[in-house]
T-cell receptor, first 112, second 112 residues
Framework: GENVEQHPSTLSVQEGDSAVIKCTYS??????FPWYKQELGKGPQLIID?????GEKKDQRIAVTLNKTAKHFSLHITETQPEDSAVYFC???????????FGTGTRLKVLA | SQTIHQWPATLVQPVGSPLSLECTVE??????LYWYRQAAGRGLQLLFY??????ISSEVPQNLSASRPQDRQFILSSKKLLLSDSGFYLC???????????FGNGTRLTVT
């Protein structure tokens, strides 16, 4: 079945450094890849997404890259700040459905 | 703009008691609706999704059921709760195919 692997499960960085979270998906037909940030006690919030016809997308300090051949996509956060500390989830669409497969999450800690 | 409401925020229920969690969406028509469960420190497990009134797809056999009595209302129920039903329950919606999932703020259910 469809699967999304996400690494690392935890990540600690110093404030101002960059953070990279990587995901690999199994279904080559997946064509939409959102990223979510979940703060403690809240629902996940969409932070950026990318479609399969684009290789990279940026929004201020956040960027996502997609390698369709390798079935990899990554989240890049530059100049990290303490408020970036949260759990981040990647997801991939399942072609022909309205469903998404989520990664297992990465707990990011930005150390001041 | 669209908003999603989910209640209650927290709930403590004894084993064997019934459950009803409600979710409503405002500002959109005919949304696709979802119920997810998140165990502590874990990923997101899709429980049910609905593409229209009365249309419910169950993803995981379990002690729970879902109903969609109105276009923008999604209800998660159980006749008799088990200890294993404890978790963080999230309602979500999407509009068009391959569009972002928008999550509510969740209900933390503790079954004692």
């Amino acid at each position: 079945g469809e699967n999304v692997e996400q690494h690392p499960s935890t990540l600690s960085v110093q404030e101002g450094d960059s953070a990279v979270i990587k995901c690999t998906y199994s279904d080559s037909a997946s064509n939409y890849f959102p990223w979510y940030k979940q703060e403690l006690g809240k629902g996940p919030q969409l932070i950026i997404d990318i479609r399969s016809n684009v290789g990279e997308k940026k929004d201020q300090r956040i960027a996502v890259t997609l390698n369709k051949t390798a079935k990899h996509f990554s989240l890049h956060i530059t100049e990290t700040q303490p408020e970036d500390s949260a759990v981040y989830f990647c997801a991939a669409s399942i072609k022909g459905t309205y469903k998404y497969i989520f990664g297992t999450g990465t707990r990011l800690k930005v150390l001041a | 703009s669209q908003t999603i409401h989910q209640w209650p925020a927290t709930l403590v229920q004894p084993v064997g008691s019934p459950l009803s969690l409600e979710c409503t969406v405002e500002g959109t028509s005919n949304p696709n609706l979802y119920w997810y469960r998140q165990a502590a420190g874990r990923g997101l497990q899709l429980l049910f999704y609905s593409v229209g009134i009365g249309q419910i797809s169950s993803e995981v056999p379990q002690n729970l059921s879902a109903s969609r009595p109105q276009d923008r209302q999604f209800i998660l129920s159980s006749k008799k709760l088990l200890l294993s039903d404890s978790g963080f329950y999230l309602c979500a919606w999407t509009g068009l195919y391959n569009s972002p999932l928008h999550f509510g703020n969740g209900t933390r259910l503790t079954v004692t």
